[in-house]
């Protein structure tokens, strides 16, 4: 599977963005797709994920009632609408995917995933 990320972009304290993970090669209903960032001099952490396979999302708590998480079965593409975004959500976003066992439940463990996309820059700043 390939993934594209895209959406990022310079952002004002307390605006919002959307990023679109774009998949190909494979249809997402049997993957968990996970969202992650990493900001300079930082390790890659986990911000969301969403698991077809079980209906289930997670997210950090860093971004729990700012952040939402979705998918577009039509056109295959994970969403990660980002709102009241803060200087420290600036990192560079990854999207990432598995393939999974139904049941599946989202997890952020970065380790799970094996297909990543490239990143897009997301910086809050006023």
């Known amino acids: 599977v390939q993934l594209q990320a895209s959406g990022g972009g310079l952002v004002q304290p307390g605006g919002s963005l959307r990023l679109s993970c774009a998949a190909s090669?494979?249809?997402?209903?049997?993957?968990?797709i996970g969202w992650f960032r990493q900001a300079p001099g930082k390790e890659r952490e986990g911000v969301s994920s969403?698991?077809?396979?079980?209906?289930?999302?997670a997210y950090a708590d860093s971004v729990k009632g700012r952040f939402t998480i979705s998918r577009d079965r039509a056109k295959n593409t994970v969403y990660l609408q980002m709102n009241s975004l803060k200087p420290e959500d600036t990192a560079v976003y990854y999207c990432?995917?598995?393939?999974?066992?139904?049941?599946?439940?989202?997890?952020?463990?970065?380790?799970?995933?094996?297909?990543w996309g490239q990143g897009t820059q997301v910086t809050v700043s006023s």
């Open positions: 090669g494979a249809i997402l209903d049997y993957y968990a």
């Open positions: 990432a995917a598995v393939l999974v066992a139904p049941g599946f439940r989202a997890t952020m463990s970065l380790t799970k995933y094996n297909y």
């Open positions: 969403l698991s077809s396979s079980s209906g289930t999302t």
